[in-house]
């Protein structure tokens, strides 16, 4: 077998996306001397801003994406919902990693976790539905509460429905009516963990410290990293990870997001194969970011160290918070210890991911203490 493209630095890298994730990745390339191009349907984008070329065009505009893959050396994503008939487009131009296989497993949620079962990793019970009888018999088998949730294209909790004991199970399929759906069986956890794991072009494997997550209606609100865990417990859930990352062939940055159940008994909940809005402690507190990790793995480089520097927490600043106008960032910038990201979107919002805060401290929980009070003095009081 011959030996994986090497991109050496004055390359061109190609993202798929132009969001937040796209915008550090760009930031980190940069730095290392890669030139960056980012294609997506929308203008003056989080990555385009800073970017070398922003393409707007359709993911299903095969000349658009032609024309983008043939100024590139190698393709990559900072989002896993491109047609994957897009991605078969670019490899005839351009190298792709991770490969188009590994988003079509993963921006299916069925397929994802018929892959997952198939490769032999803990998740929640799981039944296809595709309509209200399927619906009716699924939940014999998961029992009730459950979670209905669409196959394709869900993100932040978004086409999901919990299903409580005695739900009317007509009226909550009214809302998936013509989709493919899962009933997941409801996971009493502890904790929700996240593991990044980057994996080379020759399969040379790395894991971030295990993170702790805290979520808000659905949406990531705090990451702790590192999570506060027995040692066993984040040996297992690394290796969970890496299991994931080889047995999709990926070449990149995965995120494994898990429970964690009473007893220590870990089931996955989703893959994402590319860099995750858990992993944003990295772009401060780690010897070599996510962004530049994914770098490195994309452009067949060695991986770096994925040391934490500090003990580090991370809170989203999520559009709400411009409700009463512009957030107070002196307050925020009073604290030394806490970095301000913000991505550069214009309009704030409610739910909207706008930036995020990164605070250190001695401990995870000072950290975590010093995020949260760097975020509640952003906000302004209402008249
Ligand atoms: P997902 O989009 O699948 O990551 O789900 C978003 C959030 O919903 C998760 O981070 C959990 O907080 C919650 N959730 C999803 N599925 C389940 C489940 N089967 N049991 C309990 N909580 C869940």
Not at 56 to 65: H, I, K, T
Request: proline share 6%; hydrophobic share 45%.
């Amino acid at each position: 077998m011959s030996a994986p493209s090497v991109f050496l630095p004055g390359s061109t890298i190609g993202l798929m996306g132009s969001g937040q994730l796209g915008r550090m990745f760009a930031l980190e390339s940069r730095k290392m001397g890669y030139r960056v191009h980012t294609f997506s349907p929308d203008r003056d984008t989080p990555t385009g801003q800073v970017a070398d070329k922003e393409v707007c065009a359709s993911y299903e505009d095969e000349s658009a994406v032609r024309a983008f893959a043939s100024e590139l050396d190698v393709l990559t994503f900072e989002f896993e919902n491109v047609p994957v008939q897009s991605v078969d487009w670019a490899a005839e131009h351009c190298a792709v990693r991770p490969a188009g296989s590994v988003l079509h497993t993963c921006q299916h949620r069925l397929r994802e976790k018929e892959f997952l079962q198939k490769a032999g990793l803990p998740i929640a019970a799981f039944v296809p539905v595709s309509n209200e009888a399927e619906l009716r018999n699924a939940a014999q088998t998961t029992g009730l509460p459950a979670v209905l949730k669409t196959a394709a294209f869900g993100y932040d909790g978004k086409g999901q429905k919990l299903l409580r004991p005695g739900a009317d199970l007509a009226s909550a399929w009214l809302d998936f009516e013509g989709q493919s759906a899962v009933l997941e069986a409801w996971v009493p956890f502890e904790k929700e963990i996240s593991v990044l794991v980057a994996r080379g072009a020759t399969g040379q494997t790395r894991t971030y410290p295990v993170c702790e997550n805290v979520h808000t209606h659905h949406i990531l609100d705090v990451t702790l990293a590192p999570a506060p865990l027995e040692e066993s417990v984040a040996e297992a859930a690394a290796t969970l990870a890496i299991r994931a990352a080889e047995a999709l062939e990926l070449v990149g940055v995965l995120a494994v997001e898990m429970f964690l159940l009473p007893g220590g008994q870990i089931l996955i909940n989703e893959l994402a194969p590319r860099p995750h809005n858990s992993g944003h402690f990295s772009f401060d507190a780690s010897v070599t970011s996510q962004f530049e990790q994914q770098l490195r793995a994309v452009c067949g480089l060695p991986l770096g160290s994925t040391e934490s520097l500090r003990p580090a927490a991370m809170a989203n600043l999520l559009g709400d918070l411009w409700t009463h106008g512009e957030p107070d960032w002196v307050a925020a910038a009073a604290l030394p210890e806490v970095k301000i990201h913000l991505y550069g979107k214009a309009s704030p919002r409610p739910g909207r991911k706008m930036g995020h805060l990164v605070a250190f401290g001695a401990t995870v929980q000072a950290a975590a203490d010093l995020v949260r009070e760097a975020r509640r003095r952003l906000q302004r009081e209402g008249t």
